[in-house]
């Protein structure tokens, strides 16, 4: 069975401290990945997704970056984190099936920046 | 650009009592997803619906699909504490084609259910 494995849980950085938030998959090959974002405990935000090695789209002009060097690894990344780039950061994979795209989501990182 | 909104968006339910939550977008799309989260945790799928007129439960959780009304509900009949928790909604960015995951979500409910 595929399994999704996020770390860490919970990150406390200083303001201008870099980031590197990390995403494996487990159980499939080749899927689709995903970094959401979600603030304030509301809605989520779709930051990043990738359909392949090396390849990324951006979502949302931002201070982060995101990168796949191996298929079944997802990272997330900032140089200089900002005060607003706290949240709780969600990777996520999917499969498609009968015409839909399903989305399984990691456990998540709660990141704040102080 | 597509928007998902969902109302209520706080909802204090007594168990035992029955109550919809609503989700409405405002571009064309044929599938939209429910899911579950309980504080600090992740995003637990509850119901994908892929056509105008899907209805699927789930327990005491029913959800509908009216894609000419822009419309999802998500009833809760005879409800139990165990069902505390936020619900969303969430719309594909696409309609038809392949949409790779990319989900514009609702604002969230935050259900409690209380004796």
């Known amino acids: 069975s595929q399994t999704i494995h996020q770390w860490p849980a919970t990150l406390v950085q200083p303001v201008g401290s870099p980031l590197s938030l990390e995403c494996t998959v487990e159980g499939t090959s080749n899927p689709n990945l995903y970094w959401y974002r979600q603030a304030a405990g509301r809605g989520l935000q779709l930051l990043f997704y990738s359909v392949g090695i090396g390849q990324i789209s951006s979502e949302v002009p931002q201070n982060l970056s995101a990168s796949r060097p191996q298929d079944r690894q997802f990272i997330l990344s900032s140089k200089k984190l900002l005060l607003s780039d706290s949240g709780f950061y969600l990777c996520?994979?999917?499969?498609?099936?009968?015409?839909?795209?399903?989305?399984?989501f990691g456990s998540g990182t709660q990141l704040s920046v102080l | 650009e597509l928007k998902v909104e969902q109302n209520p968006l706080f909802l204090s339910m007594q168990e035992g009592k029955n109550y919809t939550i609503y989700c409405n977008y405002s571009t064309t799309s044929d599938r939209l997803y429910w899911y579950r989260q309980d504080p600090g945790k992740s995003l637990e799928s509850l119901f994908v619906l892929l056509s105008n007129g899907a209805v699927k439960q789930e327990g005491r959780l029913m959800a509908s699909l009216d894609t000419k009304a822009r419309l999802s509900t998500l009833h809760i009949t005879a409800a139990v504490h165990d069902l505390s928790a936020t619900y969303f909604c969430a719309v594909d960015m696409k309609a038809g084609g392949t949409s790779y995951g990319k989900l514009t979500f609702g604002q969230g409910t935050i259900l409690t259910v209380h004796p």
């Open positions: 996520a994979w999917s499969v498609s099936w009968a015409g839909g795209e399903k989305l399984f």
